[in-house]
């Protein structure tokens, strides 16, 4: 199998890959994430997101959190639906975000 090379968004910084096959790419000048179905290797239209998004995480419930570093908030987001459906305020920078699996959502801010 060859390597796959195609343009994701500007500014990528952080992947995450879901259980269901997909892999996330955060494009932080854009305020936007890339879907990419693997194994074809197909994008799909970007999600809106915060300003700078930096790190996300999937929950392995369905959904992903993107920590906005520009907007100090983190954006969860329905993947089904490929919408976000709610943004909270976390602080100065946030850079990643994690989820432990027993509802607690993890932020590291560069600023705090």
Do not use: K
């Amino acid at each position: 199998m060859g390597a796959s090379r195609f343009s994701v968004g500007p500014g990528t910084f952080a992947q995450a890959l879901q259980a269901a096959g997909r892999l996330y790419v955060t494009n932080f000048t854009a305020g936007s994430v890339s879907q990419i179905v693997i194994p074809e290797w197909n994008l799909d239209p970007l999600i809106q997101v915060g300003n700078g998004p930096f790190g996300l995480a999937c929950d392995g419930s369905g959904r992903m959190y993107v920590a906005n570093f520009t907007s100090g908030t983190v954006s969860l987001i329905d993947i089904a639906s490929r919408v976000v459906v709610g943004t909270t305020a976390v602080g100065v920078n946030p850079v990643g975000v994690g989820w432990d699996g027993a509802a607690h959502m993890y932020v590291a801010d560069n600023g705090a």
